[in-house]
């Protein structure tokens, strides 16, 4: 069964450097979103992206993210200036269409620790 | 805003015991539910999903869910688990139209053998 991959699994990185989260969706899939879980807490939306644009952002995902499709297979999350608060587990998703009706699939995660 | 509720955050119980795990949502209009799973160590897998129709759905690995529109619940059952079936689990609600998952903060399920 195809599956999003997300590497790396683990990255430590310094307090205020920039920070380049990778996945790979489905490859039929048009639809891709970044999620993250600080420990202990909610799995919490952050944005959904189309057609080499977001379609949707939380409040959370303010100018210190971005997102970018670099080229017909990956999809990126950048952190810039990370911060303490930062540390959690980054998910990202993938689906085939949009809609609320669309199983999203996701995958294994990044666990970002910022030191 | 859509806000899921799940409570009994640790759920400890031994095999052939029957499980049940609420989840309630706010929101007023249309939402779409799910249920996911994640096993030690693996992705978020979707174990069921709702979106209109029959309010009793089956999925995979034995487990069912019911919405209660009256009760804005939709809570997972299975009548019957084995210790494969520790895992955690999450209830997510979105919105037609709304991409955006709404999660719960999860149930630990620990089933011993």
């Known amino acids: 069964e195809p599956e999003v991959t997300q590497t790396p699994s683990h990255q430590v990185t310094q307090m205020g450097q920039e920070v380049i989260l990778r996945c790979v969706p489905i490859s039929n899939h048009l639809y891709f979103y970044w999620y993250r879980q600080i420990l202990g807490q909610k799995v919490e939306f952050l944005v959904s992206?189309?057609?080499?644009?977001?379609?949707?952002k939380s409040e959370i995902f303010d100018d210190q993210f971005s997102v970018e499709r670099p080229d017909g297979s990956n999809f990126t999350l950048k952190i810039r200036s990370t911060k303490l608060e930062d540390s959690a587990m980054y998910f990202c998703?993938?689906?085939?269409?949009?809609?609320?009706?669309?199983?999203?699939?996701f995958g294994d995660g990044t666990r970002l620790s910022i030191l | 805003a859509q806000s899921v509720s799940q409570h009994n955050h640790h759920v400890i119980l031994s095999e052939a015991a029957s499980l049940e795990l609420g989840c309630n949502y706010s929101?007023?209009?249309?939402?779409?539910l799910f249920w996911y799973v994640q096993y030690p160590g693996q992705h978020l897998q979707l174990l069921l999903k709702?979106?209109?129709?029959?309010?009793l759905v089956k999925g995979i690995k034995g487990f069912e869910a019911e919405f209660i529109k009256s009760k804005f619940s939709f809570n997972l059952r299975k009548p019957s688990v084995q210790w494969s079936d520790t895992a955690e689990y999450f209830c997510?609600?979105?919105?037609?139209?709304?991409?955006?998952?709404?999660f719960g903060k999860g149930n630990q399920v620990v089933v011993i053998p």
């Open positions: 992206f189309y057609n080499n644009e977001i379609s949707e």
């Open positions: 709702y979106f209109s129709g029959d309010p």
């Open positions: 998703a993938s689906s085939e269409q949009a809609g609320g009706n669309q199983p999203q699939h």
């Open positions: 929101y007023g209009g249309t939402v779409n």
């Open positions: 997510a609600v979105n919105a037609p139209g709304n991409n955006r998952l709404a």
